[in-house]
């Protein structure tokens, strides 16, 4: 099982940006796909996930309103649309995934990293103000 993010780069405050996980190595199935993300000299935090079970989502609160996760199906990729960026923003993007018919809502394990045995090398997002 391999994830590949990719998407990352330098952009100003307020701008959008697309991340993306491609997933190879998965027969299409029950999953949860989370992003994660890593800031230096912090820990690695939720971002987004999303079920492909019941397409339920989470979204951190830092990030409601301004990112969207999404799934591709025919890819089997994982998109998260990122508006309004904001230099707390910046930090290494990383995908993960594990296989799971439990439903993520409401379900703070998937917050977690611990719930996710597949993980991608990251992407780079800055964010300058």
């Known amino acids: 099982v391999q994830l590949e993010e990719s998407g990352g780069a330098l952009v100003q405050a307020g701008e959008s940006l697309t991340l993306s996980c491609a997933i190879s190595g998965f027969v299409f199935g029950h999953y949860a796909i989370a992003w994660f993300r890593q800031a230096p000299g912090k820990e690695r935090e939720a971002v987004s996930s999303?079920?492909?079970?019941?397409?339920?989502?989470f979204y951190a609160d830092s990030v409601k309103g301004r990112f969207t996760i999404s799934i591709d199906s025919a890819r089997f990729s994982v998109s998260l649309q990122m508006n309004a960026l904001k230099p707390e923003d910046t930090a290494v993007y990383y995908c993960?995934?594990?296989?799971?018919?439990?439903?993520?809502?409401?379900?703070?394990?998937?917050?977690?990293?611990?719930?996710?045995?597949?993980w991608g090398q990251g992407t780079q997002v800055t964010v300058s103000s």
């Open positions: 993960a995934a594990t296989q799971t018919h439990a439903p993520i809502y409401m379900n703070s394990f998937f917050t977690t990293q611990q719930a996710y045995d597949y």
């Open positions: 999303v079920s492909t079970t019941d397409g339920s989502t």
